[in-house]
């Protein structure tokens, strides 16, 4: 079974444009969440999405937002990028039932000039 | 909200024990997990506790106390391949898959 994929590995913006990240569930999964993690601040939790829908949010600015599409595949936007934006994000799936573990993709590095 | 504390960083030898702690204070437990994660890589899942006892896997067991806050994963016969960094979550109740992760844990192994 494929894990998750996301989409590119790497990618450098400059302050003012917007930026889209792809991730690619492992099949079957319905459940697609996104962190955000840094060195300072660690693991932090953006959104949730199940079944097309957000089901959570994180305390991030509007700037970060996100879909889900009918495949469960998801994407995360941030737009008006700033310096502080630079970090690794990761998607994370699962089956989205009781105790089901998330399971993360590789993540995309961004960097923010 | 949660607040998850975990130690920063813990050095043992390849062959040795080590336990890590985590505590956490949440308004609804629904779960805790632990992971790995080696440097530049994904986290991997390595156990879920959600009721008070012993989970074992392996040479990874993980412990948990609903009543104090309080976990720890236990690493046996440390392998070299051990040394990364232990994250600690918590899920709350009726929050779906937000995990809220303590800052980590570095683990270095030395021959």
């Known amino acids: 079974k494929a894990g998750v994929t996301q989409t590119p590995r790497y990618l450098i913006k400059t302050r003012g444009q917007q930026v889209t990240l792809s991730c690619s569930p492992i099949?079957?999964?319905?459940?697609v969440s996104w962190y955000q993690q840094t060195p300072g601040q660690g693991l932090q939790f953006l959104f949730e999405?199940?079944?097309?829908?957000?089901?959570n949010k994180g305390n991030f600015p509007g700037r970060f937002s996100g879909r889900q599409f009918s495949n469960s595949r998801s994407e995360m936007n941030v737009s008006t990028l700033e310096l502080g934006d630079s970090a690794l994000y990761l998607c994370?799936?699962?089956?989205?039932?009781?105790?089901?573990?998330?399971?993360f993709g590789n993540g995309t590095r961004l960097t923010v000039t | 909200g949660q607040n998850i504390d975990q130690p920063t960083e813990m050095t043992a030898t390849e062959g040795a024990i080590v336990q890590i702690n985590c505590t956490y204070q949440?308004?609804?437990?629904?779960?805790l997990f632990w992971y790995q994660q080696h440097a530049g890589e994904a986290p991997t899942f390595l156990s879920y506790?959600?009721?008070?006892g012993l989970e074992e896997k392996g040479r990874f067991s993980s412990f948990l106390s609903r009543s104090k806050g309080y976990s720890y994963l236990l690493l046996k016969e440390l392998q070299m391949k051990d040394s990364a960094s232990y994250l600690c979550?918590?899920?709350?109740?009726?929050?779906?898959?937000?995990?809220?992760f303590g800052g980590g844990t570095r683990v270095l192994v030395k021959p």
């Open positions: 994370a799936s699962s089956s989205g039932t009781g105790g089901s573990p998330l399971h």
């Open positions: 099949s079957g999964h319905r459940s």
């Open positions: 999405y199940f079944s097309e829908t957000q089901r």
């Open positions: 949440t308004s609804g437990f629904n779960g």
């Open positions: 506790n959600v009721l008070d």
């Open positions: 979550a918590v899920r709350e109740e009726a929050a779906g898959n937000k995990l809220t």
